[in-house]
């Protein structure tokens, strides 16, 4: 709306510049047709007629000048209203100037053409026609005036001195009219369309701005996820190096020739040190392999029908050397009646191992870990409970971010990846699943899995599934 | 031996860094001590009065190692405060962290910014590392 009112401003503004012209010619033209070319027009009421197109264009002007002083803008409402204005003194002008240089004789009649065009860009389609009316109406009213002899003919001798009397004249009427209502009808529709390809592509620029802002957003959620992946390679490869240069240390030491210089270190001893830290290196690979299986897998879909019974006796089996070696005893604890649930079969093997493995570690020789799962109707529950150190309460909101170590858990176990619970983690969100702990220090520690059945099974409706995801999913 | 032996201390928490450093020094008859935490190592600092100080940052587990090198040079006794100190790390290769000005910038000058003899790369190259320590020995004699 508001490039409407500007447009038409700036056209009223055009238009007052263009009447400085036409002022001038006049009173020039008029002196050079009586003076040099020694036509008989009436030098002073054409004098007239110019000084006063100059007079009211100052005034229009002006009150143009003031009102975008005043308010900044001419209003629209304002804004019509000038431009009527100036269409109908120009009108009344120009059909002064035509009688006053021989009515249906003068060449200016063609002028008024140039006015309906004016009047097209500047006033509804209505009001343009209501011009082309109005100018018609006024120079038929000229011609049989002239034709009457009620107003004085000013002769240029172009045509018979008879002929602005007799029918035949409105011949000429009859064809300027219709040249004037081609014209509004011509110059409108230009006009419209114009109009219409504007609106169009102001609508484009707005669509291209909100496009660009959300290309803008995008593009700053893809700079923070990235910043985020350096932030994490970096740290990857921090806690890759460390076990590497300990390594490299070690061997260094051996290569060299230093350990031999040191009878008690022996260099079997250092080398077996260096081969536990690359072993290190190695699961920790192998876990940063495991975990982006797992972070993959909501993509994947990878699912298939997998005997929970089974799965968790392999598990434990794979275990089982680990406890006895340990002293711990590891036993299972399953519900007869477990239906097999619709899952990522390896990633719940890692998550099972992970936590039977953690339980293991961190449970002292005599001590007991027990797994066990069960069914109802709305989900599966596996849990791994120990009775070894527990997690203080300090450690226990970490316990699953990535390369979390508790002080403790350090103290115990060197080599551990602080990946384990991640895995597991990841695992889990992946079924839309979570994974409760309870723990208590030097009592034990209770890792409980809830899957959803509405998620795990092929059987359960999507709708289930939207509406009762991961409540606890952090 | 007429020169009296040159104690070293040096504080890393990987305890394999440690041993293969303690291998090199003892190799090169230096009397080492070994530390695993900041307050373990400056205690040690007062105990055992070292000729030198082997520093880990100790990333990620936070500060440490620049907390040390503060806490010696501010707050201890002029006879020790001023232990030469060769830090161990494998930060500014890997990390935008600096902890000393830009070398390339022409006012450098090494270990304005913290108050330490110097830098080594780990892992420690062993001659390297023993060229760097009689170095810095020489010039406190």
């Not at chain 1, 103290?411 to 723990?439: F, K, P």
């Amino acid at each position: 709306m508001s490039t409407t009112e500007v447009d038409l401003t700036s056209r009223l503004l055009w238009l007052c510049r263009l009447r400085w012209l036409a002022a001038m010619s006049i009173i020039v033209l008029t002196l050079a047709a009586v003076y040099v070319l020694g036509f008989p027009l009436p030098v002073f009421h054409l004098t007239i007629v110019g000084a006063g197109v100059a007079v009211y264009n100052i005034v229009l002007y002006a009150w143009i000048r003031a009102e975008i002083r005043r308010s900044g803008v001419v209003s629209l409402r304002l804004a019509t209203r000038l431009a009527h204005l100036h269409i109908d003194l120009d009108l009344g002008a120009l059909i002064l100037m035509i009688h006053f240089t021989g009515g249906v004789e003068s060449p200016l009649g063609v002028y008024l053409v140039f006015h309906m065009i004016v009047a097209s860009t500047l006033l509804s389609p209505r009001a343009a026609l209501a011009q082309a009316t109005v100018a018609s109406v006024l120079y038929a009213a000229i011609v049989t005036l002239e034709a009457m002899g009620l107003i004085s003919h000013y002769a240029l001798g172009f045509m018979r001195p008879d002929f602005y009397t007799s029918a035949q004249v409105y011949v000429l009427v009859v064809v300027l009219m219709s040249v004037l209502y081609g014209c509004i009808y011509t110059a409108g529709s230009i006009v419209r369309r114009l109009h219409e390809r504007e609106r169009e592509l102001s609508d484009f620029a707005v669509r291209l701005e909100q496009e660009m802002h959300r290309t803008q957003q995008a593009y700053e959620q893809i700079q923070a996820v990235q910043k985020m992946q350096v932030r994490y390679m970096r740290r990857v490869s921090h806690e890759l190096r460390r076990p590497l240069a300990a390594a490299v240390s070690l061997a260094t030491v051996v290569l060299e020739g230093f350990s031999d210089a040191k009878p008690e270190a022996k260099t079997t001893q250092l080398l077996r040190r260096v081969v536990a830290r690359l072993q290190h290196g190695l699961d920790l690979v192998a876990d940063l392999l495991q975990l982006s299986l797992a972070r993959e897998a909501p993509l994947k879909e990878e699912r298939s029908w997998v005997d929970l019974t089974q799965l968790i006796k392999q598990a434990s089996d794979e275990l089982t050397d680990h406890a006895q070696q340990a002293g711990v005893t590891l036993s299972l604890d399953l519900d007869r009646s477990l239906e097999p649930i619709f899952a990522q079969r390896q990633g719940l093997g890692a998550a099972m191992s992970n936590l039977i493995g953690n339980a293991l570690k961190y449970t002292d020789s005599g001590g007991q870990v027990t797994v066990s799962a069960r069914q109802d109707r709305q989900a599966t529950y596996i849990t791994v409970a120990d009775t070894g150190m527990g997690i203080s309460t300090a450690d226990l909101p970490h316990i699953f971010e990535e390369f979390y170590r508790a002080e403790e858990a350090g103290n115990r176990d060197s080599e551990g990846t602080g990946l384990g619970l991640s895995i597991v983690q990841s695992v889990l969100e992946a079924h839309e699943g979570r994974c409760e702990v309870e723990s208590e220090p030097d009592k034990g520690t209770t890792f409980r899995i809830v899957l959803p059945r509405g998620n795990t099974e092929v059987g359960g409706s999507q709708q289930e599934h939207e509406e009762a995801p991961c409540e606890g999913k952090k | 031996m007429a020169t009296e032996r040159k104690r070293i201390l040096v504080v890393d928490d990987d305890p394999d860094i440690v041993e293969s450093l303690n291998i090199v020094l003892e190799s090169a008859d230096f009397d080492v001590d070994t530390a695993a935490t900041m307050s373990d190592g400056l205690a040690q600092v007062e105990s055992k009065r070292p000729d030198l100080i082997l520093l880990d940052i100790m990333m990620p587990r936070g500060t440490e190692g620049f907390h040390f090198v503060w806490k010696l040079r501010s707050q201890y006794p002029d006879s020790i405060k001023d232990t030469p100190i060769l830090v161990l790390t494998a930060i500014h290769s890997t990390t935008e962290l600096r902890f000393y000005p830009d070398q390339s910038d022409g006012t450098y000058e090494p270990g304005e910014f913290l108050p330490v003899q110097g830098f080594i790369d780990k892992p420690v190259e062993p001659a390297s590392l023993l060229k760097r320590i009689s170095s810095v020995l020489g010039e406190g004699d």
